[in-house]
């Protein structure tokens, strides 16, 4: 989706191989020691023995996160390696300065999701005509009939093999939500087999985040916001989804050996992911009410703002919440937290009564 962008920017050669010595040939190119330069002055101030220095426990907080995500970035890397991410950093950061490149690009919003924004709060709207919608669009078919055979849905086991039996039992939210993920499934990398499952955790972060949001939601004074609140917690980590196959493909391109675990790509994607997640909904034309709220996830940079974000905004405040909630509940399926630190999220990240019920009920969940 993005290689043909990238090969412009990193000049791939004709053979369509990857140049394995473009490092060291963009070393002598001219202007590429100041672009190095002002890549490392932009980070130099987070530095610590693990190559980062926490402000706050909510920086500590996504750090581990995107170890967990891309991996722990080395402790010693050589100064090669060092100066290979500071330029592919440098590249990256051109494109995200003009995100109008990176939306040109991207696949055309289907008629069916356009038809789901516009009516995600109309009860009324016509389930068979937007059926047929649907059906021109194999692969988000295909992703609704998957999540009509899931536990979740499916109690019976009866098997679901069409579109209309799958929405007399997914219901006009779940055949929502259906369509919804198919389509941004279609946006997770698909790159070589090491870094597809990368993407994949990026793709289970962004469907937890929805889950998440909605059951927040769907327990508060805004219960009739619950199915926008999917929707919006889906959506809200598409910046990552694209920052990260930027990468993949610029690794493809610069050098085949290379990992996009290091803290400068790491910080690269906590920097910018909202904000190109805001571009990219705004470039689809989604309605106002979904912009407000992820306009705000890029603006709100520390949780101690979400008693002034719930009053004013209450959804930006769950869905806030809501990504916090599924990092931790992604990492305690990979790893053991201890009590102290889950204490911490509780009192420093999160503010509503629905959130810190939900965090208990996923606590009691991993010791069932």
């Known amino acids: 989706m993005l290689n043909k962008l990238l090969s412009q920017l990193f000049q791939k050669p004709e053979s369509g191989t ?3 010595y473009f490092f060291e040939e963009s070393r002598q190119g001219i202007g590429s020691e100041k672009k190095v330069e002002e890549s490392k002055q932009n980070i130099n101030h987070n530095k610590n023995h693990d190559g980062l220095m926490f402000h706050s426990f909510e920086d500590e907080y996504q750090q581990s996160f995107y170890d967990y995500l891309l991996g722990e970035s080395n402790r010693v890397e050589s100064p090669n390696d060092h100066e290979l991410s500071l330029l592919i950093s440098s590249k990256i950061q051109v494109l995200l300065k003009n995100p109008k490149l990176i939306l040109d690009v991207l696949p055309i919003l289907p008629l069916s999701l356009t038809k ?6 109309n009860q009324d709207f016509d389930a068979e005509a937007l059926i047929q919608l649907i059906q021109q669009e194999p692969a988000i078919a295909a992703k609704v009939i998957e999540l009509a055979n899931s536990v979740y849905y499916n109690r019976n086991n009866k098997e679901i093999t069409d579109l209309k039996s799958a929405f007399m039992l997914l219901g006009t939210n779940g055949l929502s939500e259906g369509v919804i993920n198919g389509f941004i499934h ?3 990398p698909k790159s070589t087999i090491y870094f ?7 793709w289970q972060h962004s469907l937890s985040t929805g889950i998440t949001a909605k059951a927040l939601v769907a327990k508060s004074c805004i219960k009739d916001s619950a199915a926008q609140a999917y929707f919006i ?4 980590n598409l ?7 930027l990468l ?7 050098h085949p050996d290379c990992q996009p675990n290091s803290s400068l790509f790491k910080s690269v994607m906590a920097k910018e992911s909202a904000k190109l997640t805001y571009f990219i909904a705004k ?11 992820l306009a705000l996830q890029a603006k709100v940079k520390r949780a101690a703002l979400l008693p002034t974000l719930h009053n004013k905004i209450p959804l930006a405040c769950y869905v806030y919440e809501a990504k916090i909630i599924s990092q931790l509940e992604l990492r305690l399926a990979h790893t053991d937290i201890d009590d102290e630190y889950i204490k911490e999220v509780s009192t420093s990240l999160l503010f509503t009564e629905e959130a810190n019920n939900q965090l208990q009920q996923v606590l009691a969940n991993r010791l069932l």
């Open 116 to 121: 789901i924004i516009e009516q995600i709060n």
């Open 233 to 236: 917690g889906l959506i809200c």
């Open 239 to 245: 910046g990552d989804l694209i920052i990260y196959q």
């Open 248 to 254: 993949t493909e610029a690794f493809a391109i610069v």
């Open 18 to 20: 990857p140049n394995v």
């Open 283 to 293: 470039h689809w034309n989604f309605p106002d009410s979904i912009l407000e709220v």
């Open 196 to 202: 597809r499952q990368y993407g994949q955790k990026i």
């Open 186 to 188: 279609k946006l997770v």
